[in-house]
């Protein structure tokens, strides 16, 4: 880079600010300083970062070589990332026979920290909250398509073993729990070769692989929802095809006959679109999103919930904006459904929108419910 050049693009540019602006301020007595190892971390993820602050793509190992660290520093060095509420959350990466292959994890910036001085933008979080007693909303897709495949898998093998069918499947058998699943998430394959839906999702630990592929789901609504804001249009057929690939890649599916891909990326293209019409539907109802989409710059990213196995009641929707008002800069907002109608096919409405207070002053249970933190006090190795 020429010496009287600037960065081009707001993460570049903040990463060069992270690199090199002299933190006085932190100097004070009683507040921690970010070290230069910090920094050279911190400045590395926000390079392959994009405009939400979520990070694809770059393994631990790859953070260990260029700050040159051991594991052990590494570990150190995310922990007070963490610590100091630079970096919202981390996920692992993963190995899977069935789906994913050998995957990286995934890390959630906060670019809208207040030492950043709004470089990257001002943040804003919505929250929807469904009703729990509705069908539809009792689980994340990611955690039903895994429990729906250990169904079907428990039923094929008591229906071998001959001992009968479970109580708690009331009499189907393992092909009914099939057919359901494959009408469930429009998986029904165009070949008669293709693999079984239920046959993508029988990786183990399977809460793991659950919160893995719900955190993809996450991923492709809010590109989904990115491109609705940039071009006015969230199912352009120029779109789909990228999408598609950017799905087979992440789901290790690049080995697999093409017959053999359709269920599960009809499972995962399914689960993503109704992720981002809940999104939409959330940031439709409430008057801040309004008012930052009427203006070019807003993105959006959709957060994983670190609370797999609870029932995903609630959907975390992070909004960076250079424009947010500054009433509204860092707070975080709750909006509840209300459901009316015949119960079998409700409508959905809203409540207003409830200020939660500043997103740094929730309590650390909230935050970890909402995924806007990690739980813990130090990040697992690998």
Known sequence: MAANSEPVGPMAKLSLHVLTHDDGEA?????????PCNRLVLAGLLLRSD??????????????????????????????????????MRMGGLTGRHLFGRSTGVYFLNVGHPDF????????????????????????AGMALYLASRTIQQRAKSEKS???????????????????????????PMSRNAKPLHDFFRDEPFAQFAAYLQ?????????????????????????QGPLQTQMVSDLGLGSEPEGDLEPVVNAVRKASIQQAVKAWEALCHDEVPRGLAARSGLSCAILPSTDINGSGLDMSILLYAPWVPENSRGRCSLLSTEFYGPSARPSVGFGPALDQGD??????EMAFEWGLRSPGKRYPKG
């Open 215 to 239: 955190m993809l789901v996450c991923r492709y609504a809010s590109l989904i929802i990115n491109t609705c804001l940039r071009e006015g249009c969230c199912d352009s057929q120029s779109r």
């Open 359 to 364: 997103e740094r002053h929730l309590s650390d």
């Open 162 to 188: 001959g001992r009968g069918r479970p109580a708690f499947l009331s009499g189907r058998s393992a092909e009914d729990l099939e057919r359901e699943m494959a009408n469930m998430w429009k998986a029904d």
């Open 27 to 35: 100097r004070k007595k009683g507040k921690k300083r970010l070290s």
């Open 51 to 88: 405009e939400a602050g979520a990070v694809y793509g770059v393994g631990a190992s790859d953070l260990r070589r260029i700050a040159e660290l051991s594991d052990d520093g590494l570990v150190s060095q995310l922990s007070k990332l963490r610590k100091l509420g630079y970096l919202r």
């Open 117 to 140: 001085g709004g470089i990257a933008g001002h943040s804003y979080v919505l929250v929807r909250r469904d009703s729990w007693f509705e069908s539809h909303t009792r689980h994340q």
